[in-house]
């Protein structure tokens, strides 16, 4: 299912930005929407999800920072990140995952093209 990224951008250390997501197609068949990230020289990794029924799940190093939230009736998820660190800069990507999602890529998942995250110092 094709998704669409947007809201990136530049932000410095201690601001806030908003990731917005929208599926375009059908996610019957995927029951979980995430974000990932992935930082220069890293693997990816799962940020957050949001499963069809509500359930939530938050990395440590941001669930005291982060919220994710949407519709997955509407194809739509959002990713609220405040107290933004150097560390959060990163590739941030949406996902459809079929079942559970992965800690880092699959093949099985659906992916958006990504969105640039820099924080300045």
């Known amino acids: 299912v094709p998704l669409l990224e947007s809201g990136g951008g530049l932000a410095q250390a201690g601001g806030s930005l908003r990731l917005s997501c929208v599926a375009s197609?059908?996610?019957?068949?995927?029951?979980?929407m995430a974000w990932y990230r992935q930082a220069p020289g890293k693997d990816r990794e799962l940020v957050a999800s949001l499963g069809r029924g509500g359930d939530i799940h938050l990395a440590p190093s941001v669930e005291d920072r982060f919220t994710i939230s949407g519709d997955h009736d509407k194809g739509t998820l959002y990713l609220q990140m405040r107290s933004l660190k150097s560390e959060d800069t990163a590739m941030y990507y949406c996902a459809a995952c079929r079942g559970g999602c992965s800690r880092g890529y699959s093949p099985d998942h659906s992916w958006g093209q990504g969105i640039r995250v820099a924080v300045s110092t």
């Open positions: 197609g059908s996610l019957y068949s995927f029951p979980t």
